[in-house]
């Protein structure tokens, strides 16, 4: 028999704590009818309520406007001088740096490997983690022994896994040497500097340390499907693998839907795994080299500031636009009503 | 560890970050406040150690001397201090003394208006110690901007042990030789030429002694005032480098390997005696020191010139190296100019040369110098008709990072002599 679980967050309307929304709708005249006393009360509710909103958010949106939108536009007007960083930009030449960055072919090469591992990173991972949290969530032995393993690598610092990792995989390190004692010397490989292979390594190491992330997703997003469907169905006849393309799946969307985002996002501003494998420089000669590790070798490194700043808002251009495209067509869904434009379907 | 900068592991937000430097007071240039007291800021790079305690001594001697002068020392890792200085620099509260390598760099910051015009305040005696050559690496358009500390000259390192059980004799004197040596090294199974090629730098550096080697004293010269790789030396330094690339002389894995860090490093691999060769600056026998499992500085190390090319254009003997050595900021008080004075004189630079086992800028203090590979550099050093600044320092932080760039590009295969050439000039267009 089903136990009745009932969710109380499914389908209910968030509780709506102020009053604001039925005092702007309700109808005016009534309002003029009002007398005048409440009026002032009201008004003096209404006021409160400002300053309350001011003082909360007021310290939270200073620091956001300093460090976060205040650099951006600082950015965009460097972007528009040559400049070493040395005084304040004098030397404008309008859109020049933008014509270097469209033209300049190691940047396409940078691009490139951004749109490989944002596509491969779905790939890889997705079905992957998949699978592990459909076996994670069913009752089975040593279950909490596999979550730690996959978790472990999302929970280690970037600049930890990336250390360990350049360690293991040069020429003369561990993983190399591991082939040796096996007897499979014959696979040994330069890992990280062969301009053919290191992209594949780097994407190897991507999945490694983030499918845990996905896997954590997925997880909480099973546990909120409700029990009684999959009983249901189960009672109907339905096998395991129709469930799960039946049922399991299309609950799991919005989940999905939000990690792939979350997941394109990061991969078009990977940085700091390549820097701390590839180091400054040869991430272009290996074939790793990201938007941001040019924006870095070619701002920070040549002393280019306004340079680097202008490739900083086309990475910034590049990744707002596919947000928007994105939150637009694949998350309309499951934002609707989130968002403060009505959707008129 | 005296080690030059070129690693900065900065994350992109300490580009805006904020200087963390304490602030100088009033002081604009002439004498500090009423009673006669002034505060200098100081920023060096030697965060441990001998070094560090070097310039603490060095203040505080100073100090003594100078009754109501207080200098504040900030000891700022090596991969930080470029980014750090130049924040520092930018929102105007600089130290007074920091730490300056000579070169297009230092024009940079001196274009900026941000350095002190040294020239009338360091005296003859100490000018004349110091020599003309070093302190050309911080002259701009004939002023002095700055004050060496050090000279470190370029060649190579080789530990004498993996040469004797290589059965190599003599040091290569020749690029025929120095092949012959990379044959024997192989045949006993040691690697023969430790690179650090992940730092770029000492990659480049094989492309700018052959440079040194192929280019004329006065095309060399040029690039100060004139960048330009249209001479065709130029293209022939990138065609030996592929010819001799050719033959596979470095370690396993050198385009990942880095310079300093570490026992995988090249310093590590060559002070562990698991490569033979290693060319490098005057400030290797200190960080190969630091990296032997006992941290003493390596027994049999050995050095010697850069091989001579056949048919270059470069004076024989001719070296080449970087100047390590410290600035003042523009509105410091006078008493700045009176310290980097002060840290010139003879007694000051011997323990500064013990201190960071290398050279020191001033000819007087060089007796103190005990490391036998160290005596062989200064004994080719005081023979070379003229020393050049590495070619990266030389061209200034765009072009030079460019040109680090291309040489790894084409030691990965990835490249190609004229592809060298090619991004130096595209760097130099785009200044």
């Excluded at chain 1, 009818?33 to 309350?52: C, G, L, N």
């Excluded at chain 1, 978790?151 to 970037?158: G, L, Q």
């Excluded at chain 2, 001397?65 to 470029?82: K, W, Y």
Aim: net charge negative; charged share 15%.
């Amino acid at each position: 028999m089903s136990v009745r679980t009932s969710s109380p967050s499914v389908g209910r309307a968030p509780a709506n704590g102020d009053r604001a929304g039925d005092e702007l709708s309700s109808p005016a005249p009534r309002r003029a009818a009002a007398p005048a006393a409440s009026t002032r009360r009201r008004r003096a509710a209404d006021w409160r309520q400002v300053m309350e909103i001011a003082v909360l958010v007021g310290p939270a949106l200073v620091i956001f406007l300093a460090f976060v939108i205040f650099p951006v536009v600082m950015a965009g007007y460097y972007g528009f001088f040559r400049w070493k960083g040395f005084g304040p930009p004098t030397d404008f030449i309008g859109l020049q740096n933008y014509v270097t960055i469209v033209q300049d072919p190691t940047f396409h090469e940078a691009l490139w490997h951004n749109l490989v591992i944002v596509v491969m990173s779905l790939v890889l991972q997705g079905p992957l983690a998949l699978l592990l949290a459909l076996l994670l969530n069913r009752p089975m032995r040593g279950q909490s022994a596999i979550r730690v393993l996959i978790f472990v690598p999302y929970v280690i610092a970037e600049v930890v896994v990336g250390t360990g990792w350049s360690l293991m995989l040069q020429s003369n390190g561990a993983l190399n040497g591991l082939l040796e004692k096996v007897g499979l010397g014959a696979l040994a490989q330069d890992w990280l500097s062969n301009p053919d292979l290191a992209i594949w390594t780097l994407l190897g190491i991507i999945t490694w340390k983030y499918v845990g992330f996905a896997v954590i997703l997925f997880l909480a997003g099973l546990q909120g499907i409700p029990q009684e469907l999959t009983e249901a169905a189960q009672i109907d006849g339905a096998s395991y693998w129709q469930i799960q393309r039946r049922i399991t799946l299309p609950l799991l969307g919005p989940t999905l839907r939000i990690w792939a985002f979350l997941s394109i996002i990061g991969s078009l501003q990977l940085f700091d795994l390549v820097y701390i494998i590839w180091g400054q420089y040869i991430a272009s000669t290996a074939g790793t080299s990201t938007m941001a590790t040019y924006m870095v070798a070619n701002g920070r490194n040549a002393g280019n500031y306004g340079y680097g700043s202008a490739v900083a808002v086309v990475l910034f251009l590049i990744s707002l636009v596919v947000a928007l495209v994105y939150q637009r067509f694949v998350l309309r869904r499951d934002t609707a009503g989130a968002l403060t434009e009505r959707s008129d379907r | 560890m005296n080690r030059r900068s070129i690693t900065r592991l900065v994350t992109l937000g300490a580009v805006a970050a904020v200087a963390l430097g304490t602030v100088t007071g009033c002081s604009t240039g002439d004498s500090g406040s009423e009673d006669g007291s002034v505060e200098l800021t100081f920023w060096h790079n030697s965060t441990t150690g001998p070094g560090k305690a070097y310039w603490e001594e060095t203040a505080t001697a100073f100090e003594a001397e100078h009754p109501g002068v207080d200098i504040t020392i900030q000891s700022v890792q090596n991969e930080d201090m470029d980014g750090k200085l130049q924040t520092a620099l930018n929102s105007g509260d600089a130290p007074d003394i920091f730490m300056a390598r000579g070169g297009g760099k230092l024009a940079a910051v001196v274009e900026a208006g941000q350095a002190q015009d040294l020239t009338d305040a360091l005296s003859d005696d100490t000018k004349t110690a110091l020599g003309e050559g070093s302190l050309a690496a911080f002259s701009v358009d004939g002023k002095i901007y700055g004050v060496p500390s050090s000279v470190l000259p370029g060649g190579i390192y080789y530990s004498k042990d993996l040469f004797e059980q290589a059965g190599i004799t003599e040091t290569p004197t020749t690029f025929d030789e120095l092949g012959d040596a990379v044959d024997k090294l192989k045949a006993s199974g040691i690697a023969p030429i430790a690179l650090g090629a992940k730092d770029a730098w000492p990659a480049a550096h094989w492309y700018y002694f052959f440079a040194l080697r192929e280019c004329s004293q006065d095309v060399m010269a040029e690039l100060a005032t004139e960048p330009s790789f249209s001479d065709e030396c130029f293209l022939r330094a990138g065609e030996d480098l592929q010819e001799f690339a050719a033959t596979e002389p470095f370690n396993d894995g050198f385009l990942t390997t880095s310079a300093q860090q570490g026992a995988g490093s090249s310093a590590g691999l060559v002070a562990n005696h698991k490569a033979a060769m290693e060319l490098m600056g005057a400030w290797d026998p200190g960080v190969i020191a630091s990296l032997t499992p006992d941290e003493q500085p390596l027994a049999d190390l050995g050095w010697f010139p850069f091989p001579a090319v056949d048919g270059g254009d470069g004076g024989e003997g001719a070296m080449m190296g970087g100047v390590d050595g410290y600035s003042c900021y523009v509105d410091a008080p006078k008493e700045c100019a009176e310290f980097l004075e002060f840290a010139s004189q003879k007694a000051q630079q011997e323990a500064y040369a013990e201190a960071f086992v290398t050279l020191p800028a001033n000819k007087d203090a060089q007796g103190v110098v005990t490391d036998p590979a160290l005596q062989e550099v200064l004994a080719s050093y005081n023979d070379a008709p003229y020393v050049s600044v590495w070619l990266d320092t030389l061209l200034g932080q765009n072009v030079g990072n460019a040109l680090n760039v291309g040489v790894v590009d084409l030691l990965a295969g990835k490249g190609d002599p004229q592809g060298i050439v090619d991004a130096v000039e595209d760097a130099i267009k785009k200044g």
